[in-house]
């Protein structure tokens, strides 16, 4: 494939492993934030091949992993509703809740579609007026505009029954959390590109700064990873914290301006749960007071069951040290036994960026 | 009380569709066993099939002594959309069957055919799947014997669902296997992966991309039968249909209890699936083939095998792609073009695409 066979050169490849191998001269743990990179290491068996002295940590950025039991919960419900059509992207559907997933609840009667795009959401809610579209919005800023696009070009043209249940969730404030929690063990971030070509390099200088640690904005064949890892470490080793952009074929330091436009027309900042990781301020967005009237979560006010002891953030779940990079998926001991891909206890075992069926896929 | 006269019969009665009228759709009467299931069958399946008056009219097919062991297969057959580029639902309710038997390293003879058909189907559709049907059945060399139809109220089928059994004769001195599986072994790939697969995808899910992607629904047991012919002694075969080639290498070393070692840079991908599988964030590896096989061949015998297959119209392609090792026995494990090895699990459920 013309534009990806470069970045995963195998000759290249095994340079710039070289270069890391030679430039560390003692041990460092990198967290790559995005999912996608996650999955990309391990597809391509980067893990494996990176000097001992570096340790890949796997960031809480696979937007299934953090989606809170709640959320599906509520999904659910909506679902089972007579008049609804709900429009979710395909990796929602296996990701446990409380009692079910999407997938179980579409076997029991909803009418659960899965969509490629929020824009198919809002045809469908063209052709089908006699029902209710509701579109789960999720997901980083990489699926933000699309989602605010799809709000906006409903509300223009009228369409009274689509509505987005909304759990965007953005990256900077998770880099934060981790940052401020004393167990963290992470040296430096590969900050994930997609996120940085929506929002440009945005809030890294300052968290780079606040905290003394290196970010370097990263793609995701193997040369682009592998290029982000030996920056963090040339920075690393010298002593050095700050922004680099290691993506700069897709990523410009203020981003997509158009993008970033729609989505602060559309959405609003708002305090968020993450699975794993708990509420965190200022991390999410909701829909703005314009298009109130396209909020799922205001038409079909939902109440939260009150059966904690069956809720896989609590137990036995331990997902969200994986999330913190705490805990790798192998050591923990439900991994491969209770937890699998067929039976997962946890977001991260779901979804094949989540950290755990990454490592139960590449049969780590 | 007066004996009703045939009038009186006929008002009475629930009026149903005259069989003289050939209606455009199929209708619950044509699956209600009575004159319109009888013109139904002939004019649809017998011409198609090549069937004969007196064939259409009995209860099961006799046929004649075949020699040897026998190979006996079923497989149903359920597609959205039912016609897609490259094939139908009746190219791969015929095809599908005969791969299974070939794999098994069976000459396919015979086949049986059972049609659930969504009320209000257009019986053109219907005749063309038939048609597609007799013409696969003609070039792989095979009879459809017997078949019965059935219609379901609209909405309760998705157009048309199809099971085919087979029953083949399987070729002599062939003893196909996985407890002959052995370390050093040979694993050969027929061609390239995921065009059924992305070929359905691309019709399906409204993408609106456009490819140059057709579906690779054929009949293997030329193939096949050429492969045995260079080597009696093929360990095992198996055509990677759903689920794709991960799951059929994943079948071949669990069965085996032998662990089997691929290059990844090895495995054929036409540049337009890779693409596609790229955008939608898809596995080829996952993805459907509905005229491909993998063999796993003695080391010795590999280049013949291989020659015999590039000779053939759907082994052109054909690339040996592995081995077989004493190391991770019932696992596969693939090196990547980069050098670094993973493990290929058994894929879990239906394919999910990914959100970005």
Partial sequence: MKHLGEFRDAHITRRLLSDIGQLATRPWSIMEVCGGQTHSLIHHGLDRLLPPTIEMIHGPGCPVCVTPTSYIDQAIAIAMRPEVILCSFGDMLRVPGSQESLLAAKARGGDVRVVYSPLDAVRLAETCPEREIVFLAIGFETTAPANAMAVKLAHHRGLGNFSMLVSQVLVPPAIEAILRDPASRVDAFLAAGHVASVMGTGDYPELATRYGVPIVVTGFEPVDLLEGIRRTVVMLEEGRYGVENAYSRAVTDDGNPVAKATIHEVFQVCDQEWRGLGWIPHSGWELAPAYAGHDASLRYPFHAGTEPASDPDIVPCRSGEVLRGLLKPCDCPLFGKECTPQSPLGATMVSSEGACAAYFHAGR | ?356
């Fill in chain 2, 1 to 356: 009380m007066a004996t009703p006269d045939a009038n009186t019969s006929q008002g009475l009665s629930c009026p149903s569709p005259q069989a003289g009228h050939a209606s455009s759709r199929v209708m619950m009467g044509h699956g209600g066993g009575g004159l319109l299931s009888q013109q139904l069958i002939r004019e649809v399946f017998g011409e198609a099939f090549g069937m004969q008056a007196g064939e259409l009219a009995v209860d099961a097919a006799v046929v004649p002594t075949l020699r040897g062991p026998l190979a006996f297969t079923t497989d149903a057959f359920v597609v959205q959309p039912l016609f897609f580029p490259g094939g139908s639902i009746g190219d791969l309710a015929v095809n599908g069957t005969v791969n299974d038997l070939a794999v098994a390293g069976a000459e396919p003879r015979f086949l049986a055919a059972s049609f659930v058909i969504e009320e209000g189907l257009p019986r053109a559709d219907l005749a063309r799947i038939a048609e597609a049907m007799g013409a696969a059945a003609r070039e792989a060399g095979v009879r459809i014997v017997a078949g019965d139809t059935k219609v379901v109220e609209r909405g309760h089928g998705d157009g048309v669902y199809i099971t085919t059994s087979g029953i083949g004769e399987v070729l002599p001195g062939t003893r196909l296997s996985p407890a002959h599986v052995a370390p050093g072994d040979a694993v050969i790939l027929s061609g390239t992966i995921a065009d059924h697969g992305m070929a359905i995808m691309r019709v399906r899910q409204d993408l609106g991309f456009e490819a140059d992607i057709s579906s690779d629904t054929a009949p293997l047991h030329g193939l096949v039968r050429a492969m045995l012919t260079a080597c009696h002694d093929i360990r095992l075969m198996r055509d990677p249909t759903r689920g794709g080639l991960a799951s059929c290498l994943a079948e071949m070393a669990e069965s085996s209890r032998r662990g089997i070692a691929i290059e990844s840079e090895a495995v054929p991908i036409a540049p337009a699936v890779a693409a596609a599988c790229e955008m939608l964030g898809l596995d080829p590896w996952l993805v459907a083939n509905e005229g491909k096989l993998v063999a796993i061949v003695p080391a010795e015998a590999a280049q013949a095998v291989l020659a015999a297959m590039q000779t053939h119209p759907r082994g052109r392609d054909a690339v040996v792609i592995g081995r077989v090792v004493e190391d991770h026995p019932g696992r596969v494990a693939v090196r990547t073009a980069i050098g670094g090895r993973r493990i290929v699990p058994m894929p879990v459920g239906e394919l999910l695409p990914r959100i970005c």
